[in-house]
Every structure is written in structure tokens, then in C-alpha cells.
């Protein structure tokens, strides 16, 4: 506690001292400036002299060459700055010439700032630098710095009385700043060069060196404010230098002696630093020997009195023959021998190692090559323990010892050992739980293919199970018949949706659902969702009514088809468990949490709606409410025995909304109804104006009501129409006459499907060939000109997959190679879709399929009162042409221009389209140039702009693939893939010019 006083005493009164020197100092200026500065650069003189005495006399102990080059460079540096001194106005030394502080001052600064980068040269050289060269070199710089200022004065004028500094002295300092910068940036290169005391006192002496150049580069005056500031920061740059030279020189190699004996302990940590003081007197009195007798004496009996008090283990050993000399209290203590007993010892008898090895040692420890080794040490009672020595020679009675300190480290082996054998279990056990990772990766892919499998292998009968129930209701039946057709249709929709739920919670349970991002239209979703569940509330007399608040943003980012499931299941659940009364679809904006702290377009850039489906039925009791979302959970027994289900929808839909960043509840009453609500945060599309050809509108209101008692459908303030309309295939064969030429390839294995699909289309009175596996499918489609192939996935011989590529392949015949080709599976996953698509498929239809589903991707992809002839007349004989207007007509035109779905998006006006063609192309070129500006200049943020303006432009113009491509460059920007986004820069571009040509053969005008 006495020591850690004093420490702070000292240190309390070295800062007091420092403080009163520079207020000493400040009020020498206030006497006279020319007595502040002479004293304040004689300081640094003599700052810089010890720097230099410093690392000259313990150029031994440094191994720093960094530093001590430095300080040999200080010295010259130094000097220049006493020159500096002698020379200012006012000193009366130099009277004949006006501009020699200034100029001494310059070459000073040039020299230190020189000497800070040159000596990162040393910084690696492990072998001692030649500081006879380096001082020759330095006085030769000065003397010639002197001449040219002194003499030949052919150094630049650096300051004019009266007018300042000259325009040479103010570079010249910046040009000392920049190489000061260079000099910390460096600095930080070699970091681990250094002390972390020493690296950061360079720091400091760097950054004041250039906070005093910058001063000196404002001051008009000599006798200025920035002129004070300048020269005490060069005063705190030299002080900082100097402590860093002490620590270097001085404090550190005193700490690194018996630094590992430090550690053991503090004690130890004295002993050390006295030992080797000793150590030193002894060397040097054993030079003086005959000359003092009674010094070394003293000396000898110091040391006697400090080794035989000693705890710690130590010994004197003769190295020639290995007898102890001498051993300490703490080494009787440690072996449990007498000094009697270790007087007729040899380290022979202790270390466990062979004579051999041991002489071996102890002539390295003499030439000093090692000082510090491990061996195995035998106790008095026989025990082994392992030990580390710390040996080293020193003179004694005229002769040389070793004087070794021996460590006990058994625990610390004993330790290590312990450890490595953890190490070793944890390596197995992390071997075992990789085995373990790597099967269960493989039983989660099996099950992924077990349920890919089961999805398609259960969807195939069902297929064929519901359409036959359909065509069966299409036939005359008495009132038996069709009540026995009902229930199995009936039976047949519930056996399907249990099996979607029941896949939907495996993938679920698995992590392997997947979210989709695409741009639709809200209104559209709620829209198809009210016309699939309006019948069942109209055959229950029901009320069904949906309120879209005006603020409920339409055009959004999200997964529709995920969307739409959770508003059916809410709605089935809503009509199942309404008896009278109504249901009601309610969309509202929720305020957005995450966008409070946004600020400017980005805040508007995303919503949060809040969907709710409220019904006056039986409600649900509180005890039962928290149980509603789990799996296979209903309220009770008797509920499930007298509405059927299993509980597993309430529980995938609050999976579905929770993965779209939202969340699910419910509000209930027993006997008075419930409200069932969940929320999905989107992103904005953004609307397209004036500039990019036309404006998209919102709807004034989506606010309908279909009212089911008295078996009418009203609207309020309708934004679409929604009267009288039926499904029944039946019902659609008057509208069908116009394609019934359609020539149709169905390409499916399965014969059940096969009978369901030619069912369907017989219908409607339309006829198709069969290709019982993609091989066929191929043959057939090379002898016959077909407007659709319907293709199976999974097929024997061929896949679906396999027998796409090949058709769209150039090198392969086929005479209708544009023909639209659209998949027919069981395997409904993001990822199966993409597949087709990516194969060259137009369109996909998940099993088992609506029959009005069908008849809808007929009428897309087949002209209406057209031959075969009208379907190809602008087809060229190749194939595959290589011309480029040759190949705009030989794809897919509704990919690059659909003109039908334009036309009805502005009404059927064929003179607004021609005139929107223009302004069109005019903004998709000048778009497409700022895109190139943006990714030219590497612009996340305007690339992201651009590409979605494209996009928006091209959707809006039935441009798919060129919003497509947009898309992908928007996704690319957003994500920070500059690269990528340049890489599709040359396909946007293509598809571009191919939208431009297709304009020029579909629209009738040149673009």
C-alpha cells in the first residue's frame, strides 16, 4: 500500500511540475516573446540531446532500430533547430540577413519529417544499424542544409516581415503534413512492432509534430497566437518522443529480464531487476578485482545475504563438473536436502536428463544461446517434478557459475494435459455431431423427397377423383344420383384440403416453405377470394360483405398465393361456423412500427395491412381461444364431430403470416360471434406518372356487398362487376365454338388423368392427342403443328422437364418450336415452377386442377377464329433465325409485347395506344441510359430507381420480359451487386430492341 502511495505521489508531482513548466513558460511570453521562444527551443534541444545520449549508450539494449534511428536522426535535428534559434530577430547574432529562423526552421522540419518515414526502413532488420554511417550521413545533410542558408543562400525566403509567410514556407508545411500522415499510416502498417506504451507515445509525437506544422502555416505574425500554439505542440512532439526512446532503451529490456520469473510472482519480479543489478556490480568488480577488494566483497556478501534469504528455489552450480556449489533456503526447502547434504551433491543426482544432455546445456547457457530449458527434477523422497530453469553465468570468487532458478510447473503440465485430452474428447464429439449434422441433412432430404413424392402420388387420383365428380355433375342425374355425386365431391374438396394442410405443416416443420416476392395487385387477390367463397355463403343465405379501407394501398410486393390461402381458410372457417347473420372481409392500414424513425421516401416505401374476417356465429369460449392457433386443436370433440377439420389450418395459417412478417388473432364472444385477424407488412409499388407513358389508378372504392338471402348480388360502389356468375363447365360450352380448333398435345402417364383432361376438353367440344411420356411427346410435336402441349413433370422415359429443353432446343426439328408448353404436376413448390420456367415453359397448373383453370390457359395461349395458318404466318421456315428481326417474330410474342393485355388496360382505344407508343419508348431510352450512367458510376441507389422505373414501365406496357430483367438489375442494386447488375445490362438492352420490334409488327408502328 506504501508502495502504490508513493507511486501516485510521484506521479501526482511529475504532473504538477509539467503543468507549472508551461505556465512558466507561457508567462515568459507574456514578459518577452523572443525569451519564450529561446527558451522553448533550447528545451527541445536539450530534449533532443538526451534523446540522442539515450539511445546511443543503449544501442545494446535496444532492439528497436526504428527508434534508434530516430534518435541519432534527433540529434542533427536538433542542431538545425539550435541554428534556428541563434538566428532569430532580435538574438542580434546574424544581423546581415532577415530570413534565417524561418529557413532553419524549414529544413528542420523537412528533416524530422524525412527521418520518421526513412527509419521504417530499419524497422524489420534485425541485425544493429550502422549509426557510425548514419551520423555521417546526417552531418553531411546538415552542413550542406547550412551552406545553402547561410553561405550560398540559395534557400527559398520563407518569411517577409510585414507581409507574411511566403508562398515556398507554406507548402513546404503542407508538404510536411502530408508526409506526417504517411508516417502514422505506416506507423499503424508496423503496430505490432511495438509496446502498446511506445506505439501510442509515437502517435502522439507524430500528431503534435503535424498540429504544429498546420499552426505554423496560419501565423502572419512572429509573435502570434498559432506561432505559441505551434511551438508548444513541437515541445509536447519531442517530449513524447524522448518517453518513447526511455521506455525503449531504459524501462523495457530492465522488465524483460526474468520476465517469466516475473509472472510466478511479484517478489520474484524485484528479485529479478536487483539480480540484475547485481549481476552488473559484480561483472564490473570483477574487472577492479585486485584494485578493490572490499568492494567485491561488500558485494558478495549483499548477494550471500539476498540468495540464502530468498524463497524461490535457486542454485550455484559448477558448470565444468555440475557439483552444487550452492543452494538456497527455498531450494533445502523445495528437495528437502540440508546444505550439508547438497555439498556433496551434483545436478547429476536432481536432473532426471543424461550427463550428456546436461553438459550439453550448460555449455549452451555459458555461451549464452539458451538461458531457459525444462527438465524433470527427483526429489529427496524420490518424487519426479517438472521444472523450468532460468540459468545464466556470472563471476564468482574468480571463477564462473551458474546461477539458476529453478520453477516448480508440474500443475501447469498436469494442466495442459488435462486439457488436451478435453481437446481431444471435444474433436470426437464434434466428429460425432458433424455424422450426426450430415445424417440428419439426409433424412431431411429424404423427406423432402418422400413428401415431393407423396404430394404428387396423392394429387394424381385426386385429379382424376374430383374432375370425374365434376363431369359427373355435368350429366343429367336424378335427385339421388346427385346428392350421392355432392357428397363425394364434397368429400373429395375436404380430403384435398386436408392433404395440402397436412403438406403445408411438413414443409413447415421442416423450415422448406417458401415465400414468394412478386409484384400483385391486393384488390385482384381479395376479388378471386370473394368469387370462390360466395357461393357457399349463398348456399347458406349468408351475408358476405367486403370493406377496403380508402387508405389500404393495392399494388404491393408479396406472395398472393399465400395470402389468399390465409384469407380462404379464415373465410371457409367464418361460413362453417355461421348459421345466420354474415361474414365480412375487412382490410385496414396498420400504423407501422419500423418506419417511425424513417424519414423522407423510404418511410412510405413499405405498409402494414391488417386483413380481418368477422362472422356472427357460434363464437369461441376464452379457456379456448389460446389453443385455436396450435396444431391439431379445435375447441372441442363435439365441434370437430359436427364441422369436420382437424385444426391444422388456423395453426399453418399463423406459420404463413408470421414467415411474411406479421401476425395472427382472434377476437370472439360465445354465441356472438368472432373476429379472425392477421397482419403482413409489403413493399410499395411504386406508380408509374406522366413520364412513363400513362398513370395507374387506384380504385375509388373496393367496397362490395353480396347479398345472399334473397339469392341476389349486390355492389357498392363497384369497381369491378360481380353479377350472376357461374362455374359450371357445363355453362361455358356456348363460349368455347371460337377455339375448339385448338390442336392440343397432352403429354401425361397417367391414364386416370389422361381420361380427365380429354373429359374436360371433350366437353367443351375440343379433341387432343396423347403423349403417354415426354419421348412421344417429342415425335408427336415434330410431325404435327400444335397451338398447346399440356406437359406432365414426372414421366417415364422423359420427364417434363427433359422433353421442354429438347423442344425449345434449335439443333432439334420441330415444327411449332414457339409452341406455348404449360405443366401440369402434382409438385406445387416455388421451386418446381421455376424449374419449368426456367426449361422454357409458358405457364403451370398445380393437380388437380379447376376445370375453368384449364379452359382459362386455352383461351390465353390459342387465337380465337384462327387456323393454323393465322398462328405461323409471320413464322419463318428457320426455326431458329439468327436475324434479329427474324427472332423477335419466332418467340413468344405475349412474353415481349402481350398488345391484347395492353389494349384492355386502356379500354380497347387503339388510337391511345398508338400515341402512348411514343412517349413509351421515348422514357424506356432515356431510362435505359441513366441506368447505364448509374452502374457506369457504381450508384446502388440509382440503379435501384432506374430499374424499377423500367420495370414499372414494362409491366404496365405488357412488356413481361423486359420487367423481368428490370427486376432482377433492381434485386441486384438493392443487394449491392454492382457486378451482376452489368452483367444483365447487354440482355435488357436486347430485350429492349426485341420490344421495339415487336411494337413495329403487333402495333403498326415504327419505334
Given amino acids: 500500500m506504501r508502495m502504490n502511495t508513493n507511486t501516485i505521489n510521484n506521479k501526482s508531482t511529475s504532473i504538477i ?128 542544409l547550412t551552406l545553402s542558408i547561410l553561405d550560398w543562400k540559395i534557400f527559398p525566403i520563407c518569411f517577409v516581415e510585414g507581409k507574411g509567410q511566403t508562398q515556398f514556407k507554406i507548402i513546404s508545411e503542407y508538404l510536411i503534413c502530408m508526409v506526417l500522415f504517411v508516417d502514422i499510416i505506416i506507423l499503424f502498417k508496423y503496430r505490432e512492432k511495438f509496446e502498446n506504451y511506445v506505439f501510442k507515445l509515437m502517435v502522439y509525437s507524430i500528431s503534435f509534430t503535424i498540429i504544429s506544422e498546420l499552426s505554423f502555416t496560419f501565423y502572419i505574425s512572429n509573435y502570434g497566437l498559432s506561432n505559441i500554439v505551434g511551438h508548444y505542440s513541437k515541445l509536447f512532439a519531442f517530449y513524447a518522443i524522448y518517453k518513447a526512446i526511455v521506455e525503449t532503451s531504459i524501462v523495457r529490456p530492465h522488465e524483460i529480464i526474468f520476465r517469466e520469473y516475473v509472472i510466478q510472482s511479484k517478489e520474484a519480479q524485484a528479485l529479478g531487476k536487483q539480480l540484475k543489478i547485481q549481476n552488473k556490480e559484480l561483472e564490473s568488480q570483477n574487472q577492479a578485482l585486485l584494485r578493490n577488494e ?113 520453477h516448480d510447473i508440474t500443475e501447469r ?67 339421388e344420383q346427385k346428392d350421392y355425386a355432392e357428397t363425394a365431391m364434397l368429400s373429395s374438396e375436404m380430403l384435398l384440403s386436408l392433404i395440402n394442410n397436412i403438406l403445408d405443416f411438413s414443409k413447415i416443420e421442416a423450415g422448406k416453405l417458401e415465400i414468394e416476392n ?20 349463398k348456399e347458406k343465405g349468408l351475408l358476405l360483405e367486403q370493406r377496403i379501407e380508402p387508405d389500404v394501398y393495392p399494388y404491393l410486393v408479396g406472395d398472393p398465393v399465400r395470402i389468399r390461402q390465409i384469407i380462404l381458410n379464415f373465410l371457409n372457417n367464418a361460413i362453417k361456423f355461421t348459421e345466420q347473420g354474415g361474414v365480412i372481409l375487412h382490410l385496414s392500414t396498420e400504423s407501422d412500427l419500423e418506419n417511425e424513425n424513417i424519414n423522407g421516401s423510404e418511410k412510405n416505401r413499405y405498409t402494414t ?43 399453418i395459417s399463423k406459420q404463413l403470416a408470421e414467415l411474411m412478417g406479421g401476425k395472427v388473432g382472434v377476437e370472439s364472444q360465445k354465441g356472438v360471434g368472432s373476429t379472425f385477424w392477421f397482419t403482413v407488412r409489403f413493399e410499395k409499388i411504386a406508380k408509374l406518372d406522366s413520364s412513363n407513358g400513362f398513370k395507374a389508378e387506384i380504385p375509388e372504392s373496393s367496397n362490395q356487398i353480396y347479398s345472399t338471402t334473397d339469392k341476389t348480388y349486390n355492389t357498392a360502389n363497384k369497381p369491378y362487376s360481380t353479377s350472376n356468375q357461374t362455374y359450371s363447365t357445363a355453362n361455358q360450352i356456348n363460349n368455347i365454338s371460337n377455339i375448339s380448333h385448338a390442336r392440343i398435345l ?51 422415359d422423359l420427364d ?91 418467340v413468344d410474342e405475349s412474353s415481349i409485347f402481350d398488345r391484347q393485355d395492353f389494349l384492355k388496360r386502356l379500354g380497347g382505344n387503339e388510337e391511345i395506344l398508338k400515341l402512348l407508343i411514343v412517349n413509351l419508348l421515348q422514357s424506356l431510352v432515356s431510362n435505359m441510359e441513366n441506368l447505364k450512367t448509374a452502374i457506369n458510376d457504381r450508384d446502388t441507389v440509382q440503379i435501384r430507381f432506374h430499374a424499377h422505373t423500367i420495370k414499372g414501365i414494362a409491366l404496365n406496357s405488357s ?49
Wanted: glycine residues 4%.
Fill in 294 to 406: 572490499e568492494t567485491l566483497r561488500t558485494s558478495e556478501e549483499q548477494f550471500r545475504a539476498m540468495f540464502e534469504k530468498h524463497h524461490a528455489v535457486m542454485m550455484l552450480i559448477e558448470p565444468d563438473t555440475g557439483k552444487i556449489v550452492k543452494a538456497n533456503q527455498g531450494a533445502e526447502k523445495y528437495y528437502d536436502y540440508t546444505a550439508e547434504e547438497f555439498a556433496n551433491l551434483n545436478i547429476q543426482h536432481i536432473n532426471m536428463l543424461t550427463k550428456e544432455e546436461i553438459t550439453s546445456l550448460m555449455e549452451k547457457v555459458l555461451d549464452r544461446q539458451q538461458n531457459r530449458f525444462e527438465s524433470q527434477h527427483k526429489l529427496k523422497n524420490g518424487e519426479i517434478r517438472d521444472v523450468v530453469i532460468h540459468s545464466s553465468p556470472i563471476p564468482f570468487k574468480g571463477t564462473t557459475l551458474l546461477f539458476s532458478i529453478i
Fill in 609 to 651: 395491412v391488417r386483413f380481418e374476417i368477422k362472422d356472427t356465429g357460434i363464437g369461441i369460449s376464452e379457456e379456448h381461444k389460446e389453443k385455436l392457433f396450435q396444431s391439431f386443436s379445435q375447441e372441442e370433440a363435439s365441434i370437430s364431430r359436427k364441422y369436420g377439420g382437424t385444426g391444422l389450418g388456423l395453426a
Fill in 959 to 1007: 412488356a413481361k420480359k423486359v420487367a423481368s430483367i428490370a427486376q432482377q438489375i433492381e434485386l441486384n442494386g438493392k443487394e449491392n451487386r454492382i457486378d451482376d447488375a452489368c452483367a444483365m445490362l447487354s440482355e435488357l438492352e436486347e430485350q429492349i430492341d426485341l420490344f421495339k420490334l415487336t411494337l413495329y409488327f403487333t402495333a403498326g408502328e415504327n419505334p
Fill in 17 to 144: 511540475f509539467k503543468v507549472l513548466l508551461l505556465i512558466g513558460l507561457y508567462i515568459t511570453n507574456l514578459h518577452s516573446y523572443l525569451l519564450f521562444h529561446t527558451v522553448l527551443e533550447l528545451f527541445t534541444v536539450i530534449v533532443a540531446g538526451i534523446i540522442f545520449i539515450i539511445a546511443w549508450n543503449s544501442i545494446e539494449q535496444n532492439d528497436n532500430n526504428y527508434l534508434l534511428f530516430i534518435a541519432i536522426g534527433y540529434i542533427f535535428i536538433a542542431g538545425l533547430d539550435l541554428l534556428h534559434t541563434i538566428s532569430y530577430k532580435g538574438m542580434n547574432i546574424f544581423t546581415s540577413y532577415d530570413f534565417y529562423a524561418n529557413q532553419f526552421w524549414i529544413a528542420a522540419r523537412s528533416l524530422q519529417s524525412l527521418t520518421l518515414l526513412f527509419a521504417f526502413l530499419f524497422i524489420n532488420k534485425e541485425k544493429k544499424i550502422n549509426k557510425n554511417l548514419i551520423v555521417s550521413i546526417y552531418a553531411l545533410i546538415c552542413f550542406l
Fill in 800 to 890: 417434363g422437364i427433359e422433353a421442354t429443353e429438347i423442344i425449345r432446343n434449335c439443333d432439334v426439328s420441330i415444327l411449332n418450336k414457339n409452341v406455348p408448353i404449360v405443366a401440369m404436376t402434382a409438385n406445387a413448390s416455388v421451386e418446381d415452377r421455376q424449374n419449368c420456367f426456367n426449361a422454357g415453359m409458358n405457364h403451370f397448373i398445380s393437380k388437380p386442377f379447376e376445370p375453368e383453370e384449364l379452359m382459362a390457359v386455352i383461351r390465353k395461349y390459342v387465337k380465337e377464329d384462327s387456323t393454323c395458318e393465322d398462328d405461323v404466318k409471320f413464322i419463318n421456315d428457320d426455326p431458329c433465325p439468327t436475324d434479329v428481326n427474324k427472332t423477335v417474330l419466332n
Fill in 518 to 537: 412478386i409484384d400483385f395487385n391486393l384488390t385482384d387477390i381479395t376479388k378471386s377470394v370473394i368469387k370462390i367463397i360466395e357461393f357457399k355463403a
Fill in 746 to 796: 397432352l403429354a401425361e402417364d397417367n391414364i386416370m388423368n389422361q381420361k380427365v383432361a380429354l373429359a374436360i376438353l371433350g366437353k367443351w367440344g375440343i379433341s387432343a392427342d396423347i403423349a403417354n411420356n415426354g419421348k412421344e411427346a417429342i415425335e408427336k410435336a415434330s410431325k404435327k403443328h400444335y397451338h398447346l402441349i399440356f406437359m406432365d413433370m414426372q414421366m417415364p
Fill in 413 to 479: 503440465n498436469q494442466a495442459e494435459k488435462a486439457l488436451l485430452e478435453t481437446n481431444q474428447q471435444l474433436q470426437e464429439a464434434i466428429e460425432i455431431a458433424t455424422q450426426m449434422t450430415k445424417n440428419a441433412q439426409m433424412a431431411d432430404i429424404a423427406k423432402s423427397s418422400f413428401l415431393a413424392n407423396m404430394s404428387h402420388e396423392i394429387r394424381t387420383p385426386m385429379n382424376a377423383v374430383i374432375n370425374m365428380n365434376r363431369l359427373l355433375l355435368d350429366t343429367p342425374l336424378n335427385e
